[in-house]
């Protein structure tokens, strides 16, 4: 697990409280060594759940620098909060205590199953973190004033602060190696979060049970307890299958977000770097770098196509290819159609993913159908002036449908006179039988063919195929949006070279009766699966 | 109270022998021991308490009105219809034909029915690729839209990719896994492998030979194939025979050509003629530009879709549910007692000609008040078949291909399964489907096979199949919503030795004094849409001929 840089400055002061408070006289001698053992816990604690709010946040919303700091910031401020109202605590100390343990145990310890929860269906994601972050701050920065205070009567003032820090700053330090080295790696976020709350728990019920002063309460707090370690038990039951579930071994980097759709797997992962989506653990984009992908699929198409008014997108329920095509301000309606209305869903409400398609998919000129495309092409009687074609590759005879002559035929039935279609074609250097096998099915279906290829690093090469009615194309027909990182004419131009490597190879044509493609498929990446 | 006391030992000792007897009848009722109590569904049949009106046609009313055609057809499978199309084609109007038709409604062994989920097959389910000199057929075909043109470049046919059968299409369950096509690979030893290139080898030879009479050695139809007597002469002795003289002995070879006659005949390699075991593979001979000899155009209802298309292509009157029992002859032709099943009365149909679109057995009984010269006294084999077809939730695949078009288990009585929604075209495989199990009773004598067929509960029928299927789908129980059971009890003909080229079949064809004709795929000795179709075309022109020739 390699981490984001995590510098670490613990703790402003929090004055200890002058407020007097009335402990009975001459306690037994462990129990002072009890709370200060209490310290180095609740201090091991907080700073991991401070971690675990920095990890989410730079998790599922990227920009670790950034989040970590606000986080951080955040997180210390609200422990100020919490000092400062710490005052306003009377009456039994050690009650309070446990109360707040209790509540500690169960908020920081939710923390991370209930943000990796609430990241699917909320909108506004960062409110719920920050709110939680501010919530525990506030929390655990009860927690040492008022231990301080209970400790109060027990030593002298300057060793008090001493011994309180002393644990406080180990527990800190603690908590920084054993989070990154042991409890992600060994427990994930959700177990790590889970454990520690119970951790607090624990720390409540020692108080609770070792302290006599408490047995006037012990009932009705002893069933508070009892039920809130069996609730973090249980969770962590849940989690340790939840966790297994998530950061699966095929996913290098931290899975934060995952969904099994009736049609696919869809599960995000996050580094530093990129952002990831894997569709039934295919890479379907980086973040990195799908803007080469997706001007490389759209933009030669319609700078064909200065007129164009509708496009029809079928797959691409990400939202990236609409992304691009938005950017031609003459576009009146962009109709799209992806199967799977948990991934449109996602595209759709989730805060990173609304930043990576701009809100794509919320553009009023937009209209999302989930449907099956091929009954979808089918059954509509419009017209497209461009149809991009973003199906997933033809790893299974289903798919392997949707590139049939008799779905290109049916495609034809919806392009506009002098309308393009492009076609999402695998990669030509390592599937290069699949790729002509496209390019010939496109033909044997009536339409004149563009082949082109763009570079990905994510991909490596891969390869679109343009289809149309006639051959009247340039690279340079009408002006391209401006902003683009990878299309130019010059880039348009280039794409359309094919190396020896890459160059054409006879092929059948891929028909429902033979599924020659789904064969030719399987073949050519067959070495490179693992 | 003693009698009450003795009353409850007695319950008592029954609930123990109850729960002692328990583990057995589970071990009973079906090994994988899911219950089946979840599964609705009924039996249904060619309408067998309708057909046996006619084994006692006295208790039918008599007449009570008549009606008048030119051209009455007694029977509405693929030989009927066909008839009633092709007389239309070729200039009746539709008021001069009727067709007349037992069951509820038209179709015969290609009968096909629809639920929720799904149409199904309930017998014929699919055309192979056809010769392309077998001209009507492909007319009919591009009529039907099933063919869409023919390439410029070859002269090929060109189908309607939709109708063709999507890949993949077969899939065998051996050794627990599912292998690609039915021809056993897995695991088969070299020298069997080398034995069933050989029979391949052999085929593909047979299938380019002609006779000293210029005709292809097999052809579909039967009656284009050579009458040279070395081929003829395959027709004598069974095909298992041969196959052991030939030294065509692989268990695995032998186990596929079983399968393959069984799949076609209802009967067994040892049951046919050798003619009718090679003609099987030989006689296919299908060409297209967009499809190769072995693929087959199929349709979610099976043959019922071409059947309603036969339908749709002709406009004269087909009347159902009812049962032509009684033929005289008039002085102006014929006369035809029809009796109405739903009104309950009889109705004289008088007809200058009349076509007997019905399997033989009925003709024979229908006949039975005409002179010995107008009957058809050939005795048929005809082995009984059950069909169930169960809709699922699912179902829980094995090991290896995908579920398929065609799924069989090797070694098994029946003869697999085919996936009514395998022409859908939808992204996923997940949701209900009907699946069509077939199982021909080939393994005893088809009159002994179909009296225990109707004994057969629709319990035991569904406890059967299940229990097959279960081998290569565990689990599938569960997975059922409905089973519906069709119990065919004639099934069709199996060309059984010197069937096809005997004297007597050739002369059961013939018509009977410019009034009678014959057309039905018991009189090709294989039962196949072509060989119907060619039935029903050839008494249509039989009948036009005799109009042109006699009565004007």
Redesign the interface.
Known sequence: MDKAPVRRVRRTASGPSSAATTLPAAPPDYRPALLLGSVFVIATCGLIYELIAGTLASYLLGDSVMQFSTIIGAYLFSMGIGSWLSRYLGGSLLRWFIQLEILVGLVGGFSAPLLFLLFEHVSSFRLILYGLVGLTGILVGLEIPLLMRILENRFEFKDLVSRVFTFDYIGALLASLVFPLVLVPQLGLIRTSLLCGALNVVVAGVALYRFPETRPFRRTLGGALVASLLALTVAFGYAERLQAYTEGLAFQDQVIYTKTT??QRLVLTKNQRELRLFLNGNLQFSSADEYRYHEALVHPAMQALPQARRVLVLGGGDGLAVRELLKYPQLQHIDLVD?DAGMTHLFQHNQMLLELNQRALLNPKVRVTNA????WV?QDTSRYDCIIVDFPDPG???????Y???FYRALEQRLAPGGWAVVQSTSPYVARRSFWCVAHTLEAAGFTTLPYHAYVPSFGEWGFILAGRNRHWRPDAGPLPPGLRYVTPATIRDMRFFPPDMNEVPTDVN?????AL?RYFEEDWGPYAH | MPSSRRHFLQRAALGGAGLLLAPLAGLHSCAPGSSRSHIRGSMHGANHTTGHLLRDPAQLPAPTRTEVVDVLIVGGGVAGLTARRELERQGLRPEQVLLVELDEQPGGNSRAGRNAVSAYPWGAHYLPVPDPRNHELLAFLREAGVLTGTDAASGLPVYNEYYLCHDPEERLFLQGHWQNGLVPELGVPAAEKAQIARFFTLIDELRQTVGSDGRDAFRIPVEESSRDEQFRHLDSQPFANWLDEQGFTSPHLRWYLDYSCRDDYGATAAQVSAWAGLHYFAGRKGRAHNANGADVLTWPAGNGFLVEQLRQQAHSAIRTDTVAFALHQTPTGLAVDCYDVAARQTIRVTARQVIMATPLFITERLLAGLPAAARRPLPVHRAPWVVVNLTVEGLPQGPGQPLSWDNVLYGTDSVGYVDAGHQGLSLTDAGPRVVTWYRPLSAVSPDAARRQAYQTSYDDWVRQALAELETAHPGLTTQVLRADVWVWGHGMVAPTPGFVWGAARAAAAQPWQNQLFFAHTDLSGISIFEEGFYQGQRAARQVLAARGAGVS
């Open positions: 009736p049609y199967l099956d495309a091929y009954q089918r299974n005879y289903s798919i392997g449908k949707l049939s002559v008799a028909q429902l009766n033979n599924q789904v």
